[in-house]
């Protein structure tokens, strides 16, 4: 069996019609607890964590068609 370690930044982007907004719309402020992000996984992965810094290591960027990008290391 062959093992590697990899540090990646893991990008994923969906549409999630909930967050669909008007460009002139007041600005909202979410929690990052209530974004629904998919719950992906490595198939055959031997161990995992999430880097750890003073700050997490995240990025959303919400279009207002409720495109979603997101992006964490």
């Given amino acids: 069996m062959q ?4 540090t990646m930044y893991f990008r994923q982007s969906w549409n999630d019609p909930r967050l669909a907004f008007q460009q002139s719309a007041p600005i909202r402020r ?3 607890d209530q974004i629904w992000v998919p719950d992906t996984f490595f198939r055959n ?4 964590y999430v ?4 700050v997490p290591n ?3 960027k919400l279009q207002n068609n409720g495109d979603v990008w997101y992006v964490m290391k």
């Fill in 3 to 6: 093992e590697a370690t990899i």
């Fill in 45 to 48: 992965e031997m161990c995992s």
């Fill in 58 to 60: 995240r990025l959303l």
């Fill in 30 to 32: 979410f929690d990052w």
């Fill in 51 to 54: 880097h750890d810094q003073t």
